[in-house]
């Protein structure tokens, strides 16, 4: 399995209060994720990175910030969480498209 | 923009018997075409991808799907069933050349159900 853990695995949180979430990697790949998966819908792009400090916005951006300052870490912030972030959020990584991405764990977070 | 079609969201099929799952695809070329697969609480497991050469691939756990360019399909297919195979099941496809992008975009999945 590739090397990719997230934390934390489990978060409850109050509307209105920041939360990060992290993926940690040491296969030491280019790119790096962020998905949420909710009932009915498979897994949203959040955002994305493609190298240090280097990211990108997905389908689903708004409400959510990333930053990448190592290779190795990819940190998912929401400013002020609200009930509809209330989802399993997934980090994955890949070298190039060809060969797939890789998940971790995901982290189950909800908002009250 | 590509997107992925999965027209069953629920499928049950008794244990021993074949599966097929059902994978369509919209893109202006040959896309990347990947399967994957959910147990219940995990990640999301890698089974089989495709981006060129023979259409038929081979994945992990006996599962192989077949790319039809003709069709935009690339379905999901197992001889024989077991028990441990009940899971959702995702089939996404990436883009090709590009740029500074490497993205998957999957399907709303299918959830596959056993019955012994």
């Known amino acids: 399995d590739a090397g990719i853990t997230q934390s934390p695995r489990h978060k409850v949180t109050e509307t209105g209060t920041p939360v990060t979430l992290r993926c940690h990697q040491t296969?030491?790949?280019?790119?790096m994720y962020w998905y949420r998966q909710d009932p009915g819908h498979g897994l949203r792009l959040i955002h994305y990175s493609y190298g240090v400090k280097d990211t990108d916005k997905g389908e689903v951006s708004d409400g959510y910030s990333v930053s990448r300052s190592k290779t190795e870490d990819f940190l998912l912030t929401l400013e002020s969480a609200t009930s509809s972030q209330t989802s399993v959020y997934f980090c994955?990584?890949?070298?190039?498209?060809?060969?797939?991405?890789?998940f971790g764990p995901g982290t189950r977070l909800t908002v009250t | 923009a590509q997107s992925v079609t999965q027209p069953d969201i629920h499928i049950t099929v008794s244990e021993g018997a074949s599966l097929e799952l059902r994978c369509n695809y919209s893109?202006?070329?040959?896309?990347?075409l990947f399967w994957y697969v959910q147990s219940p609480g995990q990640g999301l497991q890698l089974l089989l991808k495709y981006f060129s050469g023979d259409t038929l691939v081979q994945g992990i756990k006996g599962f192989e799907a077949e790319f039809k360019r003709s069709q935009s399909s690339f379905n999901l297919r197992k001889p024989s069933v077991h028990w441990s195979d009940a899971a959702e099941y995702f089939c996404a496809v990436g883009e090709v050349n590009t740029g500074t992008a490497s993205k998957l975009t999957f399907g709303t999945g299918t959830r596959l159900q056993v019955t012994l």
């Open positions: 994955a990584i890949s070298e190039w498209t060809g060969i797939g991405q890789y």
């Open positions: 296969e030491n790949h280019r790119y």
């Open positions: 893109y202006g070329a040959t896309p990347y």
